[in-house]
Antibody, heavy 122, light 106 residues
Framework: QITLKESGPTLVKPTQTLTLTCTFS??????????VGWIRQPPGKALECLAV???????RYSPSVESRLTISKDTPKDQVVLTMTNMDPVDSATYFC??????????????WGQGTTVTVSS | DIQMTQSPSILSASVGDRVTITCRAS??????LAWYQQKPGKAPKLLVY???TLESGVPSRFTGSASGTEFTLTITSLQPDDFATYYC????????FGQGTKVEIK
C-alpha cells in the first residue's frame, strides 16, 4: 500500500532555510503519471499547495512563494525534498506531502502523509 | 490565479440531515475539482475527484456535482463520522483550495 511520511525540523528561526523530506513507499516516482506534492496548513487555516514534482522531473510551484521554494526528488531513495528559504513566522504550519496520479499538471491527492508541524520563531 | 469561494464556512446539522456544501470557481475549471474531508489533527482524505467521481472506499452518501463554475458536495444522510471540515480543490490551473466548511453538530 502507498504510504508517505514527512520529516524535518520542528523549529526554525526567522530567515533560516527549511528543508523537509518526504519518504514514501508503495509507488515509484519513475512511473509515468506519478507526482508528489507538498501542501501546508497554518493553524486553523486552509490548505495551500506549495509545490509538485512529476515522474519526468517537471516541477510546479505556488506563485505566491515560488521564489523561495525548491522541490527535488531522489528516485532510488524514494524521497522528495522541499526547501523553503527565508522562513518567517507566517510560514508556521503543518506541512504535508501527498501522492498524485490524477493527470499531468492536474493533481488531486489520494494519499497523504501524517504531516509535520513547523514553527518559525526566534 | 483561480479563486475558489466555498460556502458556508460553518454548517450546523444533525445526524440524518442532508447537507450541501458549495464551491464556486472564479473562472472555468472544467471538471478539475476535488473534495476532501479533514478531521482535527489528521491529513485530508480525498472523497471526490473530477467533480463527481467517488474515490474508492468512500460511502455512497457522498456525491459531487457540477454546474458551470459551481460545484456541490452533498451528504445525503449525515452520519456521526461525517462531522469534520471539508475542502474543495481546483486542479485545472495549478491548485487552489477553498477556505473550508466545518460541519458541526447542531
Amino acid at each position: 500500500q502507498i504510504t508517505l511520511k514527512e520529516s524535518g525540523p520542528t523549529l526554525v528561526k526567522p530567515t533560516q532555510t527549511l528543508t523537509l523530506t518526504c519518504t514514501f513507499s508503495g509507488f515509484s516516482l519513475s512511473t509515468t503519471g506519478v507526482a508528489v506534492g507538498w501542501i501546508r496548513q497554518p493553524p486553523g487555516k486552509a490548505l495551500e499547495c506549495l509545490a509538485v514534482i512529476y515522474w519526468n522531473d517537471d516541477k510546479r510551484y505556488s506563485p505566491s512563494v515560488e521564489s523561495r521554494l525548491t522541490i527535488s526528488k531522489d528516485t532510488p531513495k524514494d524521497q522528495v525534498v522541499l526547501t523553503m528559504t527565508n522562513m518567517d513566522p507566517v510560514d508556521s504550519a503543518t506541512y504535508f506531502c501527498a501522492h498524485s496520479d490524477s493527470g499531468y499538471f492536474h493533481d488531486s491527492f489520494d494519499f497523504w502523509g501524517q504531516g509535520t508541524t513547523v514553527t518559525v520563531s526566534s | 490565479d483561480i479563486q475558489m469561494t466555498q460556502s458556508p464556512s460553518i454548517l450546523s446539522a444533525s445526524v440524518g440531515d442532508r447537507v450541501t456544501i458549495t464551491c464556486r470557481a472564479s473562472q472555468s475549471i472544467s471538471n478539475w475539482l476535488a473534495w476532501y474531508q479533514q478531521k482535527p489533527g489528521k491529513a485530508p482524505k480525498l472523497l471526490v475527484y473530477r467533480a463527481s467521481t467517488l474515490e474508492s472506499g468512500v460511502p455512497s452518501r457522498f456525491t459531487g456535482s457540477a454546474s458551470g463554475t459551481e460545484f456541490t458536495l452533498t451528504i445525503t444522510s449525515l452520519q456521526p463520522d461525517d462531522f469534520a471540515t471539508y475542502y474543495c480543490q481546483q486542479y485545472y490551473s495549478y491548485s487552489t483550495f477553498g477556505q473550508g466548511t466545518k460541519v458541526e453538530i447542531k
